[in-house]
């Protein structure tokens, strides 16, 4: 076998099937954007010390140098994280392999070279790596996930703007209930979206970088006149991340964890909003729009499968199942350390992987849809017994006795035409105006604030 991984051969169907679709991600999530990472901190932390007059042994970088420093951070290659992980072979250490690179890559350097004992000077590999990790995920987060998310709620707001007027019957408990519309329904799934959105955005990533045990112990030793509590809150700072004080060894992944169940939550909402559209089409509300040479079913020609919905709601499950272990199990660590963590963590693309496999299912499904009018009146005109709650509310402000129970005796359980109801309505001693008001209504049109409501979201 070649070491270009066949993707028939993948044992992930994130790296097989599903392979094009998650490029985006790939920067971020593999062991390529853990090292890449990894890196920039490093160097991002030689800048620090060498920006830091109390440390006079590493003397401040001329601005070719930084440069360089720069270059070799942005400008990481698969090449250079392949240079690293065969220096790994070697001493079954990733972040030490990583630091024997960077000596490697700057041994030309003087500046840099003069300073080659501050590369990774005082830091436990969890201070590079917790912060590593953290940037990982904040930035896949912002440039990869939020944008196709922010699709997917611009399609439902379109969606809710479009269909704001036309009629649905709705079910509860899957019994005909008082109408809405169809934009409304999409209006609530929306405005349920941005609320996820807000709270997946707002999470703020932390970092540590104090130390094995988190006291500054061999930071101390070294220069015990610095405040490196100081220095260090503004080297993480300066990564656009936040400085957590007080840990162990690792940083207790307590904001991941909020970004996970944050994550966990959207997808909830998801799988909900999948499994609802995917009733209206096997009701006939929604009509999928067909593809040319695309195939139902491999035995029935007719068939036009909401297979985008049911592939979203599947990986959204996967998703959750793997981001609630997450949440679950990474805040916790036996006492100053265990490495339980290790394993899980690189593990991240597999959940975001799945979660964004859903958004772009759910989207291409979305875009799909067209509403199905004559299916929906269809429905809804059979259902002149759901008049009876407003029937039921005027009679209540006219100080009728029990009227719900006299409505509950010529609706419940049974249909009722709209001769029956309009001949009970017409009996009502109740004033003119609102005696016309109920004659004319008709299911389609007691649809309350329901289209204004789609048109605001």
């Given at each position: ?6 993707t ?9 099937r ?34 830091n ?42 972040v ?39 940037l ?17 709620v611009?399609r ?6 479009l269909?704001?007027d ?37 999470v ?13 112990n ?5 220069y ?34 909020e970004?996970?169940d ?23 509300f929604f ?76 989207l291409?499904g ?9 299916a ?49 309505v ?32």
């Amino acid at each position: 076998m070649s070491s270009q991984l066949n993707t028939l051969l993948a044992l992930s169907p994130l790296d097989g099937r599903y392979a094009a679709k998650l490029d985006p991600l790939r920067p971020h999530f593999s062991e390529y954007g853990l090292i890449r990472n990894r890196v920039r901190v490093e160097i991002e932390w030689l800048k620090a010390l060498a920006a830091n007059p109390a440390v006079p042994e590493v003397a401040p970088f001329s601005a070719v140098t930084l440069a360089e420093l720069d270059a070799v951070a942005a400008g990481f290659s698969e090449t250079d994280g392949e240079a690293i992980k065969a220096i790994e072979a070697r001493t079954n250490h990733d972040v030490k392999a990583m630091e024997y690179w960077l000596r490697d890559r700057f041994a030309n350097n003087a500046e840099v070279s003069h300073a080659a004992e501050f590369i990774h000077f005082a830091c436990t590999s969890e201070d590079i790596n917790n912060t590593s990790h953290a940037l990982m995920l904040k930035e896949s987060r912002d440039a990869a996930y939020l944008p196709v998310f922010d699709r997917v709620v611009a399609r439902f707001v379109e969606l809710a703007h479009l269909l704001a007027d036309l009629p649905m019957l709705s079910r509860t408990h899957g019994q005909p209930a008082s109408p809405t519309t169809l934009g409304k329904e999409m209006a609530n799934i929306a405005y349920r979206l941005k609320r996820a959105r807000k709270a997946i955005a707002a999470v703020e990533m932390t970092a540590k970088f104090n130390g094995a045990v988190g006291n500054y112990n061999a930071h101390l030793s070294a220069y015990p006149e610095i405040d490196w509590a100081a220095h260090n809150q503004a080297f993480i700072e300066s990564l656009g991340l936040v400085f957590n004080p007080y840990t162990i060894q690792i940083e207790p992944h307590d904001s991941m964890a909020e970004l996970f169940d944050a994550i966990a939550r959207a997808n909830t909402m998801l799988i909900d909003a999948c499994r609802d559209i995917w009733m209206y089409i096997s009701l006939g509300f929604f009509k999928q729009k067909l593809k040319e040479g695309e195939v139902g079913s491999s035995t029935m020609p007719h068939k036009v499968n909401p297979i985008d919905f049911e592939n979203a709601e599947g990986n959204f499950g996967v998703s959750n199942a793997v981001l609630r272990h997450f949440s679950e199990k990474l805040p916790i660590s036996r006492m100053q350390r265990d490495l339980t963590d290790s394993t899980v963590l690189r593990n991240m693309g597999v959940a975001i992987g799945h979660s964004l496999l859903g958004l772009e299912s759910c989207l291409r499904g979305l875009g799909k849809l067209e509403a199905n009018p004559g299916a929906l009146a269809g429905d809804i005109d059979e259902a002149w017994e759901v008049l009876a709650e407003p029937i039921q509310t005027v009679m209540r402000r006219y100080g009728f006795d029990n009227p719900y129970d006299q409505l509950k005796k010529m609706t419940r359980g049974a249909g009722i035409s709209k001769e029956a109801l309009q001949e009970f309505v017409a009996s009502l001693d109740i004033p003119a105006a609102d005696k016309a008001r109920l004659l004319a209504m008709t299911p389609a049109s007691y649809i309350g604030a329901a289209a204004e409501l789609a048109r605001k979201i």
